[in-house]
T-cell receptor
Framework: GAVVSQHPSRVICKSGTSVKIECRSL??????MFWYRQFPKQSLMLMAT?????????EQGVEKDKFLINHASLTLSTLTVTSAHPEDSSFYIC???????????FGPGTRLTVL | GEDVEQSLFLSVREGDSSVINCTYT??????LYWYKQEPGAGLQLLTY?????DMKQDQRLTVLLNKKDKHLSLRIADTQTGDSAIYFC?????????????FGIGTKLQVIP
């Protein structure tokens, strides 16, 4: 099956710093990548959808200047949390979809803790 | 908007069958999915069903879809302790030219030895 990786798996940072999370599709070309956020005991919330080479489409309520998404290639998308604050602490999960597949393949997630 | 609902918790004894239920609201959904999330891990796709199907069986897993009632269920036969996890129901649909997925809150399955 298709494999999606995320790096780092865990990150702890100080308030005010920026953190970059990478999402890679390892054995397929991802035409579309999705970024989700999961709060404790809650479901996944879609943050944004990105297509390779174009700007990301953000969901309502998600600050695009705070959560910068870059989908520079068909195998890599990055999410940068700028000027992170403790309330940004969460589990961030990416998924990737290839044009020939109808399902999304999820990465293992990144646990962000902002002190 | 689209909404997916599922119960929060289910407890079963090892060897019994587990049935996790889910309801959704979007009648234009294309695929419905079941994902498994083990503690501290990401999501693992267990199975999915196309919206024009009624049933899909995959080894110990059986998915039933009642499109009229917008009800989806996942049955795990001979439940094992390794099946303890959170199970998310999700539906996909097209919006604004993209495929989007809405998830339920997840059902925590506890398997008692």
């Amino acid at each position: 099956g298709a494999v999606v990786s995320q790096h780092p798996s865990r990150v702890i940072c100080k308030s005010g710093t920026s953190v970059k999370i990478e999402c890679r599709s390892l054995d397929f070309q991802a035409t579309t990548m999705f970024w989700y956020r999961q709060f404790p005991k809650q479901s996944l919330m879609l943050m944004a959808t990105s297509n390779e080479g174009s700007k990301a489409t953000y969901e309502q309520g998600v600050e695009k200047d705070k959560f910068l998404i870059n989908h520079a290639s068909l195998t890599l998308s990055t999410l940068t949390v700028t000027s992170a604050h403790p309330e940004d602490s969460s589990f961030y999960i990416c998924s990737a979809k290839a044009g020939i597949y109808n399902e999304q393949f999820f990465g293992p997630g990144t646990r962000l803790t902002v002190l | 908007g689209e909404d997916v609902e599922q119960s929060l918790f289910l407890s079963v004894r090892e060897g019994d069958s587990s049935v996790i239920n889910c309801t959704y609201t979007d009648s234009s959904s294309t695929y419905l999915y079941w994902y498994k999330q083990e503690p501290g891990a990401g999501l693992q796709l267990l199975t999915y069903i196309f919206s024009n199907m009624d049933m899909k069986q995959d080894q110990r897993l059986t998915v039933l879809l009642n499109k009229k009632d917008k009800h989806l269920s996942l049955r795990i036969a001979d439940t094992q302790t390794g099946d303890s996890a959170i199970y998310f129901c999700a539906e996909s649909f097209h919006s604004g030219g993209y495929q989007k997925v809405t998830f339920g809150i997840g059902t925590k399955l506890q398997v008692i030895p």
